[in-house]
Nanobody
């Protein structure tokens, strides 16, 4: 069983910054691809940024140049540094893990965090 615990959301003015963290815990394992998704009010969930175990990164076009994703493989933790925030970044942000490695075994499951609210005021 894998649990994802997010932190770092909150209220910030436009142009400000926030840093989200997500720690994956549970049985001894190594996380596969980790990422952040968001769901704005009244809209569908969308990908924000993902990072593989070897550091390959993908960003949504809307956040390129403003957001930065990183991870600490020793702690199965992923971070999202959000700069130059805009009101349209307001959403519930969810941490995601796709696949875990436990010893020589790979489990292609997917896990989600509980979500953390990010609100950007104009």
């Amino acid at each position: 069983q894998v649990q994802l615990v997010e932190s770092g959301g909150g209220l910030v003015q436009a142009g400000g910054s926030l840093r989200l963290s997500c720690a994956a815990s549970g049985s001894i394992f190594s996380a596969g691809t980790m990422g952040w998704y968001r769901q704005p009010p009244g809209k569908q969930r969308e990908s924000v940024a993902t990072i593989t175990r070897d550091g390959t990164i993908n960003y949504a076009d809307s956040v390129k140049g403003r957001f930065s994703i990183s991870r600490d493989n020793t702690k199965n933790t992923v971070f999202l540094q959000m700069n130059s925030l805009k009101p349209e970044d307001t959403a519930v942000y969810y941490c995601n893990v796709k696949g875990i490695y436990s010893g020589t075994l790979y489990y292609p499951n997917e896990w989600w965090g509980q979500g953390t609210q990010v609100t950007v005021s104009s």
